[in-house]
């Protein structure tokens, strides 16, 4: 049992395997798989956001007030880990335009496959509200688990990370170095090949992503 405590959410809906069937298929270009990144971000964000805090506020529709929820500003905070993250923030602010951006820069060494910091910045108000930490791909889990440390040494407590393919090895490791953390995946695939790729996977995300192959 990869997760016992229920804080893998795979995202089970026809329209993510429509479009995470286009994502793998090898002779999507670029701008097609930038596209998909998006709208695979777009929908895990709904969903991730499901119990986001909301505060009551009353509106003045042109009958008569009502009573609505509203998600209270700069309470969500986007924190893509460079570079592939990038792919996925746009569709994460197509949800959330108001979110705050935070940049975590991650990149795993090719021999080790250990993950090294290279470039951090967040936005102060982060340890306040939700922060949505995004990366396509999910292998070892050396590059989260260190993005979690990080965020969780700068004080945020509220971590939710969405991903679009994940690997059991690098689930069941960011489930163990962080006992709160919740991650949600449009895909949970068989697990790593030699050089900790994923598969079946879908390849390079950053490569495709930004079409340096
Ligand atoms: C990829 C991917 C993740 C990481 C996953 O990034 O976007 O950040 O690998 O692998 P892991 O779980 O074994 O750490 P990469 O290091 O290739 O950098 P890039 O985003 O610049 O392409
Ligand atoms: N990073 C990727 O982009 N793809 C993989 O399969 C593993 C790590």
């Given amino acids: 049992m990869i997760d016992s405590s229920n804080r893998l959410m795979v995202l089970n809906h ?4 429509h479009k995470m069937a286009h994502l793998r298929d090898a002779s999507t270009k670029p701008t ?6 998006r709208e695979l971000a777009a929908i895990e964000t709904y969903e991730a956001l499901r119990d986001a ?9 042109p009958l008569a007030d ?4 509203r998600i209270p500003a700069d309470s969500i ?4 880990i460079l570079r592939a993250g990038l792919g996925m923030l746009e569709g994460a602010l197509d949800m959330v335009p108001s979110a705050l951006v935070g940049h ?3 990149e795993r060494d090719e021999e080790t496959h250990e993950a090294h910091p290279y470039y951090a910045k967040l936005p102060s108000r982060i340890v306040d509200g939700t922060a949505l930490l995004v990366d396509p791909m999910l292998a070892t889990g050396g590059s989260a688990i260190a993005a979690l440390q990080y965020l969780r040494d700068a004080g945020v407590r509220d971590v939710r990370f969405l991903v679009l393919v ?5 689930v069941r490791a960011v489930l163990d170095a962080d006992p709160d953390v919740r991650i949600w995946t449009c895909a949970l695939d068989d697990g790593l090949n030699e ?3 994923i598969l079946p996977g879908l390849g390079d995300a950053g490569d495709r992503i930004f079409g340096t192959l």
Avoid: D, H, I, K
Wanted: some cysteine.
């Fill in 166 to 170: 994940a690997a059991p090895e690098g």
């Fill in 14 to 17: 026809p329209l993510v395997a």
């Fill in 104 to 106: 975590v820069g991650m």
């Fill in 66 to 69: 009502a009573s609505c929820a």
């Fill in 53 to 61: 805090r909301v505060e009551e506020v009353t509106v003045r529709t």
């Fill in 32 to 37: 097609e798989f930038r596209q998909l990144v």
């Fill in 77 to 80: 905070t986007v924190v893509p």
């Fill in 195 to 197: 050089n900790a790729y």
